[in-house]
């Protein structure tokens, strides 16, 4: 398969996975600059909810033509703007049927749909766990793939956000009780979903959201929940991060992953811990990368 589209190169390498021959990898931007020039089209699923709407307007502001993918085509609107570089495409990852006509030309996918861990009003129209969280996202790595094999354009990277907790729900409170109604174990399946599918990957498990916008059913929203000083950022290859993680910080890792090759089929949780952080800073979040795959 032939790919096209985005383009980054980093000062970093990578070891491949365990099992698997290193690739020549192609994500966004160019090496000529220290600052990476946007190209090709990022496909955002779930761009009205938290993480969306922030790394949506992110991902604009740093000039990638974006498709923000919503159920409701005039919220997205409302929410996230217009701009010349943002196309709002209306469709529902539960309905494969209905991704088809938002995939041509997209070179990345960045899910960032997700649904409440027990049953609230936002489970209608086929929204639990397992039809969101995990079917969901499977309809949207077929597409993606079926959208590759037609056109010989294949999307680069499938950067999918999933959850603290998805190794350890057999393991006690709190992730057992966090996957009481089962939404654990659907990220979990969509991971794996995804790894094995053949399409480049980064996964992001971050630890329980803080800050606007409110978009879930959860206690931060109740309480209004926000990081404060914790702006610096814990990273780490193993499962076992535990802390409240800011919703720009989760939206700026997904940003910072599709800039950077060497984050190709990589896995890492974070949580977000007091110091000043990285912010937006592409060289600052190269070194965290790295770091933790030193």
């Known amino acids: 398969m032939r790919r096209t589209g985005l383009r980054v190169s980093t000062g970093g390498s990578r070891r491949p996975p ?5 690739r020549p990898v192609s994500c966004m931007a160019s090496s000529s600059s220290s600052t990476p020039t946007p190209q090709g089209t990022v496909l955002v699923a779930g761009a ?3 993480v969306g709407q922030i790394l949506t307007k992110k991902l604009v502001e740093r000039g990638f033509n974006v498709k923000a993918l919503s159920r409701n085509k005039e919220k997205s609107v409302e929410l996230l703007g217009t701009a010349s570089n943002l196309d709002h495409v209306e469709g529902d990852i539960t309905d494969k049927g209905t991704l088809s006509s938002c995939m041509p030309g997209v070179s990345a996918v960045v899910c960032t749909t997700g649904t409440t861990a027990f049953p609230t009003l936002r489970w209608l129209g086929n929204n639990d766990p397992e039809r ?4 969901g996202v499977k309809h949207l790595v077929d597409v ?6 037609k056109s010989g354009k294949g999307v680069d990277r499938f950067v999918f956000v999933s959850s603290a907790g998805v190794k350890r729900y057999d393991q006690g409170p709190p992730y057992s009780i966090l996957n009481a109604f089962g939404v654990l174990v659907a990220k979990e399946k969509a991971e794996d979903y995804l790894i094995s599918s053949g399409l480049r990957y980064t996964i992001v498990r971050p630890g329980r959201l803080t800050d606007a916008p409110y978009t879930s059913y959860d206690l931060n929203t109740l309480i209004k929940g926000e990081s404060g000083t914790r702006k610096e950022v814990n990273l780490s290859l193993e499962e076992e991060l535990d802390g409240e993680t800011s919703r720009a910080a989760v939206a700026e890792s997904c940003l910072q992953s599709l ?9 890492f949780s974070m949580e977000s811990v007091v110091g000043e952080g990285p912010g937006t800073d ?3 979040w190269v070194k965290r990368f790295q770091e933790i795959q030193a």
């Open 259 to 267: 800039l950077h090759s060497f984050m190709a089929d990589t896995t």
């Open 282 to 284: 592409d060289a600052e």
């Open 144 to 149: 993606a793939k079926e959208e590759g094999e």
């Open 18 to 22: 365990c099992g698997r021959a290193a």
């Open 48 to 50: 009205t909810g938290g």
């Open 132 to 135: 969101n969280s995990y079917l």
